[in-house]
């Protein structure tokens, strides 16, 4: 048995986290050499180095990575078991951390305001990130639930449609095609387009879409934040295809405007996702239910 304590594991998942002693003393409101005096226990207690130090940077050894996938789904399994005696307490006091796509986050902080109106002592954070850590924090078990587009089918996951994400062609108000009807796709063949990074589900849905449409799209200056892309569409550098969630605005204040192409919108859901078999704490499962009970409406409601 490997005599070492929690608390040892909880500061090295910081420091393998954030890769910086500094940061992760900041972080546990410990000084630096009490972290690296755990750290160097730590070590002794198994046996083996777990950071190796190039220059200023400090990378996780082949041990140090074994004990980060250990110590990732031990403090996970505690903070179920935490959020097991918080039910246990009732609805009043527990967690919920929801971890969306950057394309839900347009509507996410609505639905979760909502929620936390009906139960105000409840603690929220909500982790905006990319697809790929998005994968990973499932893999992980790192978070109560996932919000995204399209649920991998490679991971051993329980996901339901919630909402839809229809992915729309939008472009500067002044373009030749923004009153146009029934754009032909031959004739948006023509254009060049932003595009998402890759591994956005935004980007693989459009590469899908005009793949099966057999269409060889001309693409310009690859961006990673919807955000730019809005951007560099009203500056006249291309068009974009883009959820219509993330466009709400633009449109409303005529920044930017949906072209009317055949084959338009390219029909997606949103899909709120955990791991199969999770165990949902009460608050969690709570959510769901409101998620796909409620969303639509309350968003059509508020809109
Ligand atoms: P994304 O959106 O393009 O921001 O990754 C999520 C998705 O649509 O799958």
Known sequence: MLHLTLRQLKVFEAVARLSSYSRAAENLHLTQPAVSMQ????????????FDQLGKKIYLTEAGKELQRYSRSILQQLAE???VFDDMKGMRHGKLAIS?????SYFMPQLLGQFNKKFPGISLSLNVTNRETL?????????DMAIMGRPPAELDLEAQSFMENPLVIIAPVNHPLANARTVSLARIQQETFLVREQGSGTRIAMERFFTDQNIQLTTGIEMSTNEAIKQAVQAGMGLGILSLHTVALELETRRLVVLDVESFPI??????????GKRLSTIAQAFKAYLLDE??????STS
Do not use: C, D, P
């Open 39 to 50: 750290i160097r226990q730590l070590e002794e207690v198994i046996g083996l180095i777990l």
């Open 81 to 83: 078991a935490e959020s």
């Open 100 to 104: 969306v796509a950057s394309t839900a």
């Open 135 to 143: 994968l990973n924090q499932l893999a992980h078990n790192e978070m």
């Open 267 to 276: 029909r997606r859901h949103w899909y709120v996702v955990h791991r199969q």
């Open 295 to 300: 969303s639509e409406h309350l968003l059509k």
